[in-house]
């Protein structure tokens, strides 16, 4: 089996390496990295870069020359949903990473803020607890938390302020709701 990976940033390449290493030895992984589609979606909407994404999921699907995948993850939470909804077009299931979190918020009660590090990936991912809220045909609250200055932090590198940072949010909202979820796949 292999798995293609959709990645908006080449950091997330060895922690999906290490997950795969620790839970899943043996499965191939083929990462596909397009910085520019988080960098526009940013900039513009994610469903700006809607044809951008669906051709991402098309190369990560046909594998360039390396046989094709037979799943695409998308691990980037801003543009997750428009990838989802290109699954038909590119023949194989597209995943993505940020569903079995929403889905475990909503499990965990009718509460749940969303503490993002980029603007683009509030709307998405509350539109997804909601989406998995009714799935679940429960109601749950879904609020947005924007940390700033959290992100230029990761961009400049610098580790332990952009995860203090973080940490200070989720602190703040913790008591006030039941579920806390942090779209962002490196690891945090």
């Known amino acids: ?3 293609a990976l959709l990645h908006t940033s080449p950091v ?3 922690v999906f390496d290490a997950l795969r290493d620790a839970d899943h030895p043996g499965l191939a992984l083929r ?3 397009h910085e520019d589609l988080l960098a526009r979606a940013r900039a513009e909407g994610p469903d700006a870069v809607a044809d951008d994404v669906r051709a991402a999921l098309a190369e990560a699907a046909a594998g360039g020359g390396g046989g094709g995948a037979d799943a695409v993850l ?4 801003t543009i997750g949903g428009v990838a989802e909804s290109h699954a038909a077009a590119v023949g194989v299931p597209v995943l993505r990473v940020d569903r079995p979190m929403a889905a475990a918020a909503v499990r965990a009660g009718s509460s749940v803020a969303v503490v993002a590090t980029v603007a683009s990936t509030l709307e998405p991912t509350r539109a997804l607890v909601a989406e998995e809220a009714a799935r679940a045909g429960r109601p749950v609250d ?7 200055g959290a992100w230029e932090r990761f ?3 610098d ?3 952009f995860l203090r940072l973080i940490v200070d949010a989720v602190q703040a909202v913790a008591g006030s709701v039941d579920a806390v979820v942090r779209p962002h796949a490196a690891r945090t």
Not at 74 to 77: A, P
């Open 1 to 3: 089996m292999t798995l």
């Open 12 to 14: 997330h390449v060895p």
């Open 31 to 33: 990462h596909v990295v």
């Open 74 to 77: 998308c691990t980037c939470s």
């Open 142 to 148: 879904v609020r947005t938390v924007l940390v700033d």
């Open 155 to 157: 961009e400049a590198g």
């Open 159 to 161: 580790r332990e302020e």
